[in-house]
């Protein structure tokens, strides 16, 4: 569904030409000044512009769609079992997401080819970059696919995963480290969780080439978490409908 | 001797309750392997909630179902190998083309990949889609649309075929070639098929079971239905002539004939008049010499076959009845 959807091309096109803005402005910056960074550190330090919007388009429809329909009836009479579809969904999304990001090294293949200077094109980051998104990827899509079996109506779905997404990586990553009420021995544990959950760091972590389990863990235990809930959330629709 | 096949499909006591709402109301029927059998009801009688319960799709609240001698709540999946469902409405992906839809739900419903392109083909001549099999299915016309949900249904060649109102919506030519579709699949496939439309029933099915607020309120053959629950036969007259010479008549023929409803003369003089009568047998001939006997013109003299319609109408109401009494 996700590839003969005409809308998937729609968002894969809007989606590589803004990383491709992104990257020629990074790289405008490069030729007006030196940088410390490499423009690899650079263009990965905007992923969550795309995560944000792609990561919606990309899962609203995968349940939301099969409810308004009505196909989910006959998709479940199929001999498959629940987790079976919530897997395919969300191994169809993130197959999509992945290719969508792995086309984005074409911009670094460019950049080496007619620049000519290997200094500009740092391999270290870049696979760290790409390991981060892969690895993130698995969480955000979850996500997705969990707003999307929430909801009936595709648009409703796309506006809880935009809000959960907003709130694990900028409220979770820019606000709450900072906020000083959490400073209060009460609310310690509410402190560590947060501190886990700071999805810029790792980011940086990762390009830098520091590959912690920890986070690995938590991408890892959240993916799992969504997806369990997205299959208890659809079981749960069905049987009460 | 091998122990005898289970039928095809086994309720028993089935109950299923929405929050505050009894939708099915203890529910028993069996159904024998090649049969087909007609939900019959008004809307919201339970016929979807019914169908959907023998899927697997929804959980029965209490009560048991079994198709082909395997229960629906604890072997789903072998009941999901054996049963082609078709809902209300037949939902499909607007998006898809006509055989890619089915070449993807025939994998997803386990035919070997090697055994799907031969048994697409043989389904889309079933049900004449040949034309439109490279046709994206949105664009479908509601005609071609009913009959891609039943390829769907009958693609994998189940032992069950469950459909929610097939011919809903189509036109009297289309219904016919579903018609035809499904006397093909008597007697190799288990059939049940639910509608509101009274003729589609009558003509397709062996057998009718009427449904009305979650219960069986009928079932039987067509014809043994009616004599069932109608139990009376009506004649249909015209006539000219003293009214009370007709009455005094009809009494002395025979006293069990009752007129049912007397309309007034038109211009030409001519009323009907309806008769009812608990007789099975014929009295059309042996009337109509009484009646000119007595010097009566009559236009016009005829047995109405009572139509499933009154059928229906009579057993519901015998059903709302029998509620509002308790």
């Given at each position: 569904?996700?590839?003969?959807?005409?809308?998937?091309?729609?968002?894969?096109?809007?989606?590589l030409?803004?990383?491709?803005?992104?990257?020629?402005?990074?790289?405008?910056?490069?030729?007006?000044?030196?940088?410390?960074?490499?423009?690899?550190?650079?263009?990965?330090?905007?992923?969550?512009?795309?995560?944000?919007?792609?990561?919606?388009?990309?899962?609203?429809?995968?349940?939301?769609?099969?409810?308004?329909?009505g196909?989910?009836e006959?998709?479940?009479?199929?001999?498959?079992?629940t987790?079976?579809?919530?897997?395919?969904?969300?191994?169809?999304?993130?197959?999509?997401?992945?290719?969508?990001?792995i086309?984005?090294?074409g911009?670094?293949?460019?950049?080496?080819?007619?620049?000519?200077?290997?200094?500009?094109?740092?391999?270290?980051?870049?696979?760290?970059?790409?390991l981060?998104?892969?690895?993130?990827?698995?969480?955000?899509?979850?996500?997705?696919?969990?707003?999307s079996?929430?909801?009936?109506?595709?648009?409703?779905?796309?506006?809880?995963?935009f809000?959960?997404?907003?709130?694990?990586?900028?409220?979770?990553?820019?606000?709450?480290?900072?906020a000083?009420?959490?400073?209060?021995?009460?609310?310690?544990?509410?402190?560590?969780?947060?501190?886990?959950?700071?999805?810029?760091?790792?980011?940086?972590?990762?390009?830098?080439?520091?590959v912690?389990?920890?986070?690995?863990l938590?991408?890892?235990?959240?993916t799992?978490?969504?997806?369990?809930?997205?299959?208890?959330?659809?079981?749960?629709?069905?049987?009460?409908? | 001797?091998?122990a005898?096949l289970?039928p095809?499909?086994?309720?028993?006591?089935l109950?299923k309750?929405?929050?505050?709402?009894?939708?099915?109301d203890?529910?028993?029927?069996?159904?024998?392997r090649?049969?087909?059998?007609?939900?019959?009801?008004?809307?919201?009688?339970?016929?979807?909630?019914?169908?959907?319960?023998l899927?697997?799709?929804?959980?029965?609240?209490?009560?048991?179902?079994?198709?082909?001698?395997?229960?629906?709540?604890?072997?789903p999946?072998?009941?999901?190998?054996?049963?082609?469902?078709?809902?209300?409405?037949?939902?499909?992906?607007?998006?898809?083309?006509v055989?890619?839809?089915?070449?993807?739900?025939?994998?997803?419903?386990?035919v070997?990949?090697?055994?799907?392109?031969?048994?697409?083909?043989?389904?889309?001549?079933?049900?004449?889609?040949?034309?439109?099999?490279?046709?994206?299915?949105?664009?479908?016309?509601?005609?071609?649309?009913?009959?891609?949900?039943?390829?769907e249904?009958?693609?994998?060649?189940?032992?069950?075929?469950?459909?929610?109102?097939?011919?809903?919506?189509?036109d009297p030519?289309?219904?016919?070639?579903?018609?035809?579709?499904?006397?093909?699949?008597?007697?190799?496939?288990?059939?049940?098929?639910?509608s509101?439309?009274?003729?589609?029933?009558?003509?397709?099915?062996?057998?009718?079971?009427?449904?009305?607020?979650?219960?069986?309120?009928?079932?039987?053959?067509?014809?043994?239905?009616?004599?069932?629950?109608?139990?009376?036969t009506?004649?249909?007259?015209?006539?000219?002539?003293?009214?009370?010479?007709?009455?005094?008549?009809?009494?002395?023929?025979?006293?069990?004939l009752?007129?049912?409803?007397?309309?007034?003369?038109?211009?030409?003089g001519?009323?009907?008049?309806?008769?009812?009568?608990?007789?099975?047998?014929?009295?059309?001939?042996?009337?109509?010499r009484?009646?000119?006997?007595?010097?009566?013109?009559?236009?016009?003299l005829?047995?109405?076959?009572?139509?499933?319609?009154?059928l229906?109408?009579?057993?519901?109401?015998?059903?709302?009845?029998?509620?509002?009494?308790?």
């Open positions: 569904m996700l590839l003969i959807n005409p809308s998937t091309y729609v968002a894969a096109f809007i989606f030409l803004v990383m491709g803005f992104v990257f020629t402005g990074i790289l405008e910056s490069y030729s007006q000044a030196p940088q410390d960074a490499s423009p690899a550190i650079a263009f990965f330090q905007y992923f969550a512009v795309p995560v944000m919007f792609m990561v919606p388009l990309l899962t609203m429809k995968c349940l939301a769609e099969e409810r308004r329909t196909t989910i006959t998709l479940f009479t199929a001999p498959v079992t987790t079976e579809v919530v897997l395919g969904k969300f191994g169809a999304a993130y197959g999509l997401y992945m290719t969508l990001w086309a984005t090294g911009f670094f293949y460019v950049l080496r080819r007619f620049s000519g200077d290997p200094h500009l094109l740092d391999l270290g980051p870049l696979l760290g970059g790409y981060f998104i892969a690895v993130s990827g698995l969480l955000f899509i979850a996500i997705g696919v969990l707003a079996s929430f909801a009936r109506n595709q648009a409703v779905a796309g506006i809880l995963c809000a959960m997404l907003f709130l694990l990586i900028f409220v979770g990553g820019y606000y709450l480290p900072d000083s009420w959490l400073n209060s021995d009460a609310l310690h544990p509410l402190k560590t969780a947060v501190d886990y959950a700071q999805i810029f760091q790792h980011r940086e972590d990762f390009t830098r080439g520091v912690d389990t920890r986070q690995l938590f991408y890892l235990s959240g799992v978490l969504a997806l369990i809930f997205s299959i208890l959330s659809v079981e749960a629709r069905h049987m009460h409908s | 001797m091998p005898p289970p095809a499909i086994e309720v028993s006591r109950v309750s929405y929050a505050g709402m009894t939708a099915v203890d529910i028993s029927f069996t159904v024998a090649g049969e087909v059998l007609g939900f019959l009801g008004p809307n919201g009688a339970g016929k979807s909630t019914t169908m959907r319960i899927t697997g799709y929804l959980p029965a609240t209490s009560g048991s179902v079994s198709i082909c001698g395997y229960p629906v709540a604890t072997q999946d072998e009941i999901k190998r054996r049963v082609g469902y078709m809902p209300e409405n037949n939902p499909l992906p607007g998006d898809m083309r055989s890619e839809y089915l070449y993807f739900r025939g994998r997803l419903k386990e070997h990949r090697r055994k799907l392109g031969p048994r697409l083909d043989e389904v889309l001549e079933l049900c004449d889609l040949k034309r439109v099999r490279h046709s994206i299915i949105g664009r479908l016309s509601k005609g071609y649309r009913q009959r891609v949900g039943i390829a249904a009958i693609l994998a060649e189940p032992p069950v075929i469950i459909m929610d109102e097939p011919t809903i919506g189509l030519h289309q219904i016919l070639i579903v018609r035809d579709l499904f006397a093909g699949l008597r007697g190799r496939m288990t059939v049940i098929i639910s509101h439309i009274l003729a589609e029933i009558e003509v397709t099915c062996d057998r009718v079971l009427i449904l009305n607020r979650g219960r069986v309120v009928a079932q039987g053959a067509p014809a043994a239905l009616r004599r069932e629950i109608l139990g009376l009506t004649y249909r007259l015209e006539i000219a002539g003293d009214a009370a010479r007709l009455t005094a008549l009809l009494v002395a023929f025979d006293p069990m009752r007129v049912a409803r007397q309309e007034e003369p038109d211009a030409d001519f009323r009907k008049v309806t008769l009812t009568t608990e007789r099975a047998e014929e009295l059309g001939e042996p009337l109509l009484a009646l000119l006997s007595q010097n009566l013109r009559v236009r016009a005829s047995r109405a076959q009572p139509t499933l319609e009154d229906f109408l009579a057993a519901t109401r015998r059903s709302w009845d029998t509620v509002d009494k308790k």
